[in-house]
């Protein structure tokens, strides 16, 4: 049974870095690639970006550019997503998902919080 | 930029009924594009992928068509389980992944 279980919940002040795990299991990881989507209090879905786990190459939306690094540990199946130079508007819940070959997502990370409040 | 709206933003519909959601781009992306629903403090869910396949597990009721720019998200009588906000999300354009802005399914 697939499963991608996240890391908890963060708050950070404006300026700090935030590093939130996804850790997959009931499938072969390197098959699929993985996406970040985070959600801002009672807003829509906004896609972050991506990670082809078997070799570590990233794709990322372009407004994050800069501030987001995705990496993938394939020995322990888990893949990380860091957001630095946290700004208010960064308080949403972060979610992981496995992709598709086409892009898709049909599994999803129960998501985690993180607030950035001074 | 691509750019996907969904109509409309507020869908009121009986139980029983059929409820049909809409999802425009602005460029034409094939049929590269999904379904999601989501309820409160969920995860989203894929429904429909390659904008007429049925993720797995998904009930029948549940239906998509279109290409190019103009699709629809049908579901044939809505159950209580069924009320939700609805998002599509088109991945046509690497890597730009864009989600409409969702339609918010309510009982009337």
């Known amino acids: 049974q697939v499963h991608l279980v996240q890391s908890g919940a963060e708050v950070k002040k404006p300026g700090a870095s935030v590093k939130v795990s996804c850790k997959a299991s009931?499938?072969?990881?390197?098959?699929?690639?993985v996406t970040w989507v985070r959600q801002a209090p009672g807003q829509g879905l906004e896609w972050m970006g991506w990670?082809?786990?078997?070799?570590?190459?990233?794709n990322y939306a372009q407004k994050l550019q800069g501030r987001v690094t995705m990496t993938t540990d394939t020995s322990t199946t888990i893949v990380y997503m860091e957001l630095r130079s946290l700004r208010f508007d960064d308080t949403a819940v972060y979610y992981c998902?496995?992709?598709?070959?086409?892009?898709?997502?049909?599994?999803w990370g129960q998501g985690t919080l993180v607030t950035v409040s001074s | 930029e691509i750019v996907m709206t969904q109509s409309p933003a507020t869908l009121s519909v009986s139980p029983g009924e059929r409820a049909t959601l809409s999802c425009r781009a602005s460029?034409?992306?094939?049929?590269?594009l999904a379904w999601y629903q989501q309820k409160p403090g969920q995860a989203p869910r894929l429904l429909i992928y390659?904008?007429?396949t049925r993720a797995t597990g998904i009930p029948a009721r549940f239906s998509g068509s279109g290409s190019g720019t103009e699709f629809t998200l049908t579901i044939s009588s809505l159950q209580s389980e069924d009320f939700a906000v609805y998002y599509c999300?088109?991945?046509?354009?690497?890597?730009?992944?864009?989600f409409g802005q969702g339609t918010k399914l309510g009982i009337k």
């Open positions: 998902a496995r992709a598709l070959r086409g892009g898709a997502q049909d599994y």
């Open positions: 009931g499938y072969t990881f390197t098959t699929y690639g």
């Open positions: 990670i082809t786990t078997y070799n570590g190459h990233t």
């Open positions: 460029h034409i992306i094939s049929t590269n």
């Open positions: 390659d904008a007429s």
């Open positions: 999300q088109q991945y046509h354009f690497w890597p730009q992944y864009i």
